[in-house]
Structures are given as structure tokens and as C-alpha cells.
């Protein structure tokens, strides 16, 4: 038996224990317990029709003052289940979406869909992996991630930092190659390839009950798009086309807020149309390289990016139309 004054040394040593074997876990076990921002600040949402809302990110790079939250995050709520649509930059940041969506509604999310293989799409898989909730993306995002995923959260990591902690590589599902439908509840969610556009295996979450577009980077209309190395830039205006004979009344483009088809087609086909030409002419006069950067791309100056991207885009569109003409 211990007297009194043991019982009181004892307890004030199993409470100093206590306290090391807690701390010694928070440091040794894993992301588990480490990973989430405390509290975890739920993201703003906006509705933008009767079962869809969307977190509406940055329309500027992504920054560690952003937390990599440059790109729309949005959600459907349905009777049978809550669908995701992009995975987010890391693993807090889907977090901070999950915190949100239990604000709206308290049913579970079912499922996730990659709008395409881009690291702030797709490296916040790994907080809904850890969910439980499935993962869908197209054939050729599917592919993006596994060539691309170590150099995508290494690039994220140094730019995240602590805002990282947690997030690992996540590979889709499930894939496929042109279109595919969920059914929940009473609503209809199809997902369609329109074809080659921003990146490989960009897609779009159509809610036709609605006429609701989730556009993906197929559509811009507050950012200057990028055209990357591999952008075919042909085959996203006609893709661009193929996307415009839903006719929908709300639309939520991949960047910026929710808008109508015709802000994100002046801003997108018509750019990409009017650089286009522009390139095409200083070709057919046998013009170099120097003359595509100068290009007057002023009626565009108003977009967010357009410092960094609209130099870059004539360069990479004349190289492309250029190696096209031998």
C-alpha cells in the first residue's frame, strides 16, 4: 500500500511520463497526428446552383501566403453522397475543403475526380485516400501523376513547407478515356473529355439537371492561360467548341469565379484565335522568333499572369506552328 505523500510523488511522475510519451509521439508517429493545420480553417465556399458549390482559389501562382490554393476546388452535394472535385495541393488543404464541406452538410464524400494531372489537382488525393473516398480521373492525368508525382510534391514541398506536412502521392482508381456518369440520388454527373486542351487528361464535371459546367482548365476568363510545351493549341479551340454546345447557364472554370460561356470564350478561344493568327502571319512573312515575343497582346493585359505568361505563350506558339510548317 502507498501512503499519502507516495501516492502524491507517484502521480506528479506519471503525469511528467505522460507528457514525454505525448510528446515523443507527436514527433515519431507520423503524419497522422502531425499533418493537419490546428484548428483546421475551413475554406470559403459559394454556391453556385442548387447542388454545387465551389472554394474559389487564387487566380495568381501559388504561394506559401495561398497555402498552393490557386485553382477551383468544388463540390456537388447529393442525398446519396458529397462529390469532390479536384484533390486540392496537399494533404491540409483538402483538409480545410473536407472542414467546409461539414459546415453544408454532414453526408459523406464518396467521390473525388481529378479535373486533370496537375499537382494543385491532384496531390490532396492523399487526404482522401486516407478518407476512404474513391479516386476518378481521365487515362491521361492518371498517367501525369505517376511519370510526374515525385518532381509535383518536391516543387510543392519547398514551396509549402510545413503546409506539406502530411501529403504523399495518391493514384487514381479508377480512369477513363471519354466520358463517364455517376448516379446519386436523383442527380446525374457526367464526366467528359472534350478532347486535348490546357494539359493531358483535362476533363469536365457536367451536371445537365442542373445545366451547371464545371469546366476544368479547359475555360480561363480572370488568369491568362498557359500554353505548356505539350499544349496543342488546334485541338483546344476545337475542344473549346465541342464544350460550348451544352449551353450551360452556370459555369465554374478551372481558375477565378463562376461566370457564362461567353466571358470564358472571349478569354480563352478568342485568345488562343487571336494568337494564333498572330503567329500564323509573322510565319507566312518569314519572320523569327523576336517578332512573335512582340506580339500586342495589350487587349489581355487586364488578366492575372499575364506578366509571366503572355511572352512565354507567343514563344512556345511560334516554335510549335514553326516546326508544323517543315
Same mark, same amino acid.
Given at each position: 500500500m502507498l501512503n499519502n505523500m507516495q501516492t502524491a510523488h507517484f502521480l506528479l511522475a506519471f503525469r511528467k511520463t505522460s507528457k514525454l510519451v505525448l510528446l515523443s509521439c507527436g514527433l515519431l508517429c507520423g503524419p497522422a497526428i502531425g499533418a493537419l493545420i490546428d484548428p483546421v480553417v475551413p475554406l470559403p465556399l459559394t454556391q453556385v446552383s442548387a447542388s454545387v458549390y465551389v472554394a474559389i482559389g487564387d487566380t495568381g501562382p501559388p504561394t506559401y501566403e495561398n497555402g498552393g490554393h490557386n485553382n477551383n476546388l468544388s463540390v456537388i452535394v447529393t442525398a446519396a453522397g458529397v462529390v469532390v472535385i479536384n484533390g486540392g495541393d496537399s494533404y491540409? &488543404?483538402?483538409? *480545410? +475543403?473536407? @472542414?467546409?464541406? *461539414?459546415?453544408?452538410? @454532414?453526408?459523406?464524400?464518396?467521390? +473525388?475526380?481529378?479535373?486533370? !494531372?496537375? =499537382?494543385? %489537382?491532384? +496531390? !490532396?488525393?492523399?487526404?482522401?485516400?486516407?478518407? !476512404? #473516398?474513391?479516386?476518378?480521373?481521365? *487515362? &491521361? %492525368?492518371?498517367?501525369? #501523376?505517376?511519370?510526374?508525382?515525385?518532381?509535383? &510534391?518536391?516543387?510543392?514541398?519547398?514551396?509549402? *513547407?510545413?503546409? %506539406?506536412? =502530411?501529403?504523399? #502521392?495518391?493514384?487514381?482508381? &479508377?480512369?477513363?478515356? @471519354?466520358?463517364?456518369?455517376l448516379n446519386l440520388g436523383d442527380r446525374s454527373i457526367h464526366l467528359i473529355s472534350f478532347g486535348e486542351a490546357h494539359s493531358p487528361g483535362d476533363i469536365s464535371v457536367w451536371l445537365p439537371d442542373e445545366k451547371t459546367l464545371i469546366t476544368g482548365d479547359i475555360a480561363f476568363h480572370q488568369r491568362l492561360l498557359a500554353i505548356f510545351p505539350d499544349t496543342n493549341v488546334a485541338a483546344w479551340i476545337d475542344s473549346f467548341q465541342r464544350m460550348t454546345e451544352l449551353q450551360p447557364l452556370a459555369l465554374i472554370p478551372g481558375h477565378g469565379g463562376p461566370t457564362d460561356i461567353e466571358t470564358v470564350r472571349t478569354n480563352t478561344q478568342g485568345y488562343l484565335q487571336y494568337l494564333t493568327a498572330q503567329v500564323q502571319e509573322i510565319l507566312d512573312a518569314g519572320g523569327g522568333l523576336a517578332q512573335a515575343y512582340a506580339i500586342d497582346q495589350s487587349e489581355y493585359a487586364h488578366l492575372n499572369t499575364f506578366e509571366e505568361l503572355a511572352v512565354k505563350n507567343a514563344g512556345r506558339l511560334f516554335q510549335t506552328l514553326e516546326m508544323e510548317s517543315f
Open positions: 491540409q &488543404l483538402a483538409a *480545410r +475543403l473536407h @472542414q467546409s464541406i *461539414r459546415q453544408i452538410t @454532414q453526408t459523406p464524400v464518396v467521390w +473525388l475526380i481529378n479535373e486533370n !494531372g496537375q =499537382g494543385h %489537382a491532384v +496531390l !490532396g488525393n492523399s487526404y482522401w485516400r486516407d478518407q !476512404g #473516398v474513391k479516386i476518378i480521373a481521365h *487515362r &491521361l %492525368a492518371a498517367a501525369a #501523376v505517376r511519370q510526374q508525382a515525385t518532381k509535383m &510534391l518536391s516543387s510543392m514541398s519547398q514551396r509549402n *513547407r510545413d503546409q %506539406a506536412d =502530411g501529403t504523399y #502521392v495518391a493514384i487514381p482508381d &479508377l480512369e477513363f478515356e @471519354q466520358r463517364m456518369q
